[in-house]
């Protein structure tokens, strides 16, 4: 279905008080892709999974990037804050609590969750970010305040997509801007470790009771 322009798909609650996880699928997914992901990550909880709206030469992404590796900083700000109005329109029209509301990105996914962090705080309670990096990337980001948002990063360090010291950055910018970040590693590449995985349902289940602990060991 197409909600304030994004399609998406949508699934209730199946469990009182359960969070509504925002999926964000990486570069070439759809609203499809993390379904199965998020009903593992919280079983029972709301699922929101939009799809990216820019095309790059056939594959769906969040924003634009000017070549591999590079991206469009002006087009990063605009199309989070697209994507915010849309998961704030949501909460409005399916009646989910705005104030839990957890995302979970891989990748460009995972990127364009960070942006929101940056640009629009207050709109997550918490994010999973799997494969990520620093969406503004050289730019500083303008001071927010992040306290009582939980993040967890996990990162490859053999990734040559997102290289290990792009999800370093962004773990250093978000908890200096206050948010509780755990960051676990994996000896792999660009994808999603089963020992990650694990490891961020953990956290999810702390998050959901309003406990958090290091997880990076």
Same mark, same amino acid.
């Given at each position: 279905?197409?909600?304030?322009?994004?399609?998406?798909?949508?699934?209730?609650?199946?469990?009182?008080?359960?969070?509504?996880?925002?999926?964000?699928?990486?570069?070439?997914?759809?609203?499809?892709?993390?379904?199965?992901?998020?009903?593992?990550?919280?079983?029972?909880?709301?699922?929101?999974?939009?799809?990216?709206?820019?095309?790059?030469?056939?594959?769906?992404?969040?924003?634009?990037?000017?070549?591999? *590796? @590079?991206? &469009?900083?002006?087009?990063?700000?605009?199309? %989070?804050?697209? #994507? $915010?109005?849309?998961?704030?329109?949501?909460? !409005?029209?399916?009646?989910?609590?705005?104030?839990?509301?957890?995302?979970?990105?891989?990748?460009?996914?995972?990127?364009?969750?960070?942006?929101?962090?940056?640009?629009?705080?207050?709109?997550?309670?918490?994010?999973?970010?799997?494969?990520?990096?620093?969406?503004?990337?050289?730019?500083?980001?303008?001071?927010?305040?992040?306290?009582?948002?939980?993040?967890?990063?996990?990162? *490859? @360090?053999? &990734?040559?997509?997102?290289?290990?010291?792009? %999800?370093?950055? #962004? $773990?250093?910018?978000?908890?200096?801007?206050? !948010?509780?970040?755990?960051?676990?590693?994996?000896?792999?590449?660009?994808?999603?470790?089963?020992?990650?995985?694990?490891?961020?349902?953990?956290?999810?289940?702390?998050?959901?009771?309003?406990?958090?602990?290091?997880?990076?060991?």
């Amino acid at each position: 279905m197409t909600g304030g322009g994004f399609a998406h798909v949508y699934t209730p609650p199946s469990r009182p008080g359960a969070p509504t996880l925002l999926l964000l699928h990486g570069t070439g997914a759809d609203e499809h892709d993390l379904l199965g992901l998020g009903a593992a990550l919280a079983p029972g909880a709301a699922l929101l999974s939009p799809r990216g709206r820019v095309d790059e030469n056939g594959a769906n992404r969040w924003f634009r990037r000017l070549r591999e *590796g @590079v991206f &469009d900083v002006a087009d990063v700000r605009r199309r %989070a804050h697209e #994507l $915010a109005d849309f998961v704030e329109s949501a909460a !409005a029209e399916r009646g989910f609590d705005p104030g839990r509301v957890v995302a979970v990105g891989f990748s460009n996914g995972a990127n364009i969750a960070a942006a929101l962090l940056l640009l629009r705080p207050g709109l997550l309670r918490a994010a999973a970010l799997f494969a990520a990096a620093a969406p503004l990337q050289d730019e500083e980001p303008e001071p927010v305040d992040l306290t009582g948002t939980d993040v967890f990063i996990g990162a *490859g @360090v053999r &990734d040559l997509v997102t290289p290990l010291d792009q %999800a370093e950055l #962004l $773990a250093r910018q978000l908890a200096g801007f206050g !948010a509780h970040v755990q960051m676990q590693t994996h000896p792999g590449g660009h994808g999603l470790a089963p020992a990650v995985l694990n490891s961020a349902k953990e956290w999810l289940n702390g998050v959901a009771a309003g406990r958090t602990e290091d997880l990076s060991g």
